[in-house]
């Protein structure tokens, strides 16, 4: 992920009204990018319009509405279902700035007993409706029946895009100020007691119970991935079970080598560009120096090669052993993989699929050919893969090609030829240093299929930093609930012990009871 910072000039006041409009804009500005500008931004806020008026026009038309507000102290918002944030925001700056009793209302159920008020505190009641056009006939008709003596005030807004609840914001917050203004309080600007500021001040960690078992998160991640958490888990027993073996297992497993995915394992998924961080790469020279094999599966190319050599000098690199185009190409750290000159006619086949879904409109934002290995398909920015994954699959479905050879990343979607995995590295790591299967640990962040770690987390010792694998008694997502991908990893890592008689164990005390060890 990469981060934009954008400061504010001046402090904000009290409502932070203008933290929420930046944000407020930055968010409708990204929503503006993804949708192709079908809803083009204003040149300025003084463009934005309540119904083919200024901001400030309607606020003066609604001086009689303002005075009444402010002398019968409490307003009944009915709203759009659509302009809902607006609501929202209204009802919280009136109440945190002890303005007005305000009370929401969604125009369609208004009916179902909020009226009573209208009849039986029809002096001490103002309404404001937040509408657009779809539901504006039907506030019009429920204001014509209302009592006469009830205030009334209408924000109609043009639409619901993205720039019409910014104009319903900005409204509110000059209908909120002109309140205030009235009654002589500045919302801005309120004097916080001192009770207030305890309040807010209160060390949540040492007044709310941690949850009791610590495990819990463990059994329910893999629950979820079977599908067994709905509509709760049937026999938690025998998930804890599974899990405590799984643990008790690891703790007596000598391992001699691991094999890493890279993007979201080793680095941060969403920075194609990013180094692993400094914590990472420490432990990862930690364990070269204990002489264990170090593997690295990935569907990218040379560009980690190119990363990876500018982190380690080229002795380290020879102890790496990449497989690149997962698992396509197999070789050392030290050498950059070369093209090749073969072809997969089952790739050829998946490229012209490719281009006609996106001569259709697919919204493909680029795809990468790299025979005899893979295509790799990246859709636009805010598209989950896991949606687009069906468009792909589905279309090599019709033309009668393997689906099982299509993997998703978080970031991309990977037609492997055949013969192609992120196993082949494990397969050549077991043949290449006499190693025994069972010393070799995989990690990975994708491990139920079609995630691209399938392959990688199906092997026997194998963790997860993310999604889980769905066999029972391998791939677990052991770190915490709220540890994922480079954090998961680097805390596996710190629980690495490496033995003075080489290679290492995973030291995991933490994930099992008293009762747990003893029925292991």
């Known amino acids: 992920m990469i981060s934009h910072v954008f400061a504010l000039d001046n402090k904000d006041g009290y409502l932070a009204t ?243 995915d890279y993007d979201g394992t080793l680095c941060p998924s969403q920075r194609k560009n990013a180094p692993p961080p400094a914590g990472i790469v420490n432990h990862l020279q930690r364990l070269i120096d204990a002489n264990v094999i170090l593997g690295i599966a990935s569907g990218r190319g040379g560009s980690i090669q190119e990363c990876l050599a500018t982190l380690f000098p080229p002795a380290v690199l020879r102890h790496i052993q990449l497989g690149l185009y997962n698992g396509g190409w197999i070789n050392d750290a030290s050498q950059a993989p070369l093209p090749l000159k073969d072809t997969s006619e089952f790739l050829s086949h998946v490229i012209r699929i490719v281009r006609r879904l996106q001569a259709f409109g697919v919204p493909i934002q680029e795809f990468r050919e790299t025979q005899p290995y893979q295509v790799s398909v990246r859709f636009r920015e805010g598209l989950a893969t896991e949606q687009m994954w069906f468009v792909i699959a589905d279309s090599l479905r019709q033309a009668g090609l393997d689906i099982f050879r299509i993997h998703r990343s978080k970031h991309s979607v990977d037609i492997l030829a055949p013969g192609i995995g992120k196993a082949q590295l494990i397969a050549n790591i077991i043949q290449t240093f006499r190693i025994d299967p069972y010393e070799i640990l995989t990690v990975g962040d994708q491990g139920a299929w079609p995630g691209n770690d399938a392959d990688l987390l199906e092997h026997r010792y194998s963790l997860s930093v993310d999604m889980p694998s769905r066999r029972i008694d391998r791939g677990w997502k052991l770190a915490p609930e709220h540890k994922r991908d480079v954090d998961a990893t680097l805390w596996y890592l710190d629980r690495v012990h490496v033995l003075p008689s080489g290679g290492f164990r995973l030291v995991l005390p933490e994930l099992m009871s008293g009762e747990d060890r003893a029925g292991s």
């Open 18 to 260: 203008n933290s929420l409009l930046l944000d407020s804009i930055l968010v409708a500005r990204a929503y503006s990018e993804l949708d192709e500008s079908a809803s083009p931004a204003p040149e300025s806020i003084d463009d934005l319009r309540i119904a083919g008026e200024s901001v400030q026009a309607w606020t003066a038309r609604a001086a009689d509405f303002i005075e009444a507000a402010a002398a019968r102290g409490a307003m009944v918002v009915i709203y759009s279902p659509q302009l809902q944030p607006v609501a929202a925001d209204l009802e919280s700056k009136l109440s945190e700035a002890a303005l007005l009793h305000c009370q929401l209302a969604d125009l369609r159920s208004f009916s179902h007993g909020r009226h009573l008020w209208l009849a039986a505190r029809a002096q001490d009641i103002v309404v404001l409706a937040l509408t657009e056009p779809s539901l504006r006939q039907l506030w019009e008709q429920m204001r014509a029946l209302f009592p006469p003596g009830v205030p009334t005030l209408e924000m109609p807004l043009q639409g619901s895009t993205q720039w019409d609840l910014i104009a319903g914001l900005i409204a509110q917050m000059h209908l909120i100020n002109a309140i205030g203004n009235r009654l002589g309080n500045d919302p801005g600007h309120q004097a916080v007691p001192q009770f207030g500021r305890d309040l807010y001040y209160i060390d949540l960690p040492q007044v709310i119970p941690r949850p009791r078992d610590p495990v819990q998160s463990q059994d329910r991640s893999k629950c979820e991935v079977l599908g067994s958490h709905w509509p709760s888990p049937q026999n938690s027993g025998d998930m804890r079970r599974a899990r405590s073996a799984f643990v008790a297992a690891f703790e007596k497993q000598t391992f001699r080598a691991i094999v890493f």
